[in-house]
């Protein structure tokens, strides 16, 4: 079982920044792979980010467009995500999740555990 806690959503305006965090912790969580997904109003659920933990390895939705950069911190088992240049269409839940294998997918139904989401809001 991995268990996974979202932290650092907020409401910021256009081009701003935000940091959110992932803790993680239990049953070797460290070999899985784990990464970000957002949720928008009246949209599906879409692939962000995902780092492989072990070499850290990165991936990011298409998207993304080098705003965003994915992270982690192996001593204190902490993902980041940093959010730059933000726009309204970002405006979103976010969601940690992690999921067995080496390669991140961009299919949400391929993950297996999920935190409870953290808001993110950009206004104009």
């Known amino acids: 079982q991995v268990h996974l806690v979202e932290s650092g959503g907020g409401l910021v305006q256009a081009g701003g920044s935000l940091r959110l965090s992932c803790e993680c912790s239990g049953r070797n969580w460290n070999r899985y792979v784990v990464g970000w997904f957002r949720q928008g109003p009246g949209k599906e659920r879409e692939f962000v980010a995902g780092?492989?933990?072990?070499?850290?390895?990165?991936d990011y939705g298409d998207f993304v467009k080098g705003r965003f950069t994915i992270s982690r911190d192996n001593v204190e088992s902490v993902m980041y995500l940093q959010l730059n240049n933000l726009e309204p269409e970002d405006t979103a839940v976010y969601y940690c999740a992690a999921m067995t294998g080496t390669v991140a997918s961009r299919a949400y139904l391929l993950w297996d555990y999920w935190g409870q989401g953290t808001q993110v809001t950009v206004s104009t």
């Open positions: 780092i492989r933990w072990s070499d850290s390895n990165t």
